[in-house]
């Protein structure tokens, strides 16, 4: 923090926030955006402390395609896939990145009727979760988003 304060004062606020700030504040709410996308979902239901365990938990996770914003695989390589392995890391978080795809392919092939992966275009899911994610109502031994219009994928 001190540093902070020493660039401020020797080359001004206007510096410090294009090189060190802004890009800060972009790629904090890119990664609060796409965790909040890895683990919500229209009809991705949660748990309370009696009816949760380890695999349920980490079975209701999502792995999430960027699709047409990375038409080469170039975001998905610098983010170590993140977000298309991303159920794996909930199985096992000590899995090294370059293992998440083996690991993320073998859960996927034993579990195919659980494995939850989707490939709809990240501002398409950004929207339907900004609108059918609002409020929570339960429903048995679950939680889920009480999705008005949304009710038939429930």
Not at 14 to 19: E, F, I, N, T, V
Not at 110 to 137: M, S
């Amino acid at each position: 923090v001190g540093a902070l304060f020493a660039w401020i004062a020797t080359s001004g606020w206007g510096p410090m926030m294009a090189l060190y700030g802004g890009p800060l504040l972009v790629i904090n709410a890119w990664l609060v955006t796409y965790t909040w996308l890895q683990h919500t979902d229209v009809d991705v239901p949660h748990f309370d402390i009696n009816n949760h365990n380890f695999v349920k938990g980490a079975m209701h996770t999502i792995d999430r395609v960027y699709d047409k914003m990375d038409p080469w695989g170039l975001i998905d390589f610098l983010h170590h896939k993140i977000g298309t392995t991303h159920v794996a890391h909930h199985f096992d978080s000590s899995i090294p990145h370059y293992k998440a795809q083996a690991a993320t392919d073998a859960i996927a092939e034993n579990f195919p009727e659980i494995y939850l992966k989707e490939e709809t275009p990240i501002h398409e899911v950004l929207w339907r979760l900004a609108r059918g994610c609002t409020a929570v109502v339960k429903r048995g031994d679950r939680y889920v988003f009480d999705n008005k219009g949304f009710v038939d994928k429930l």
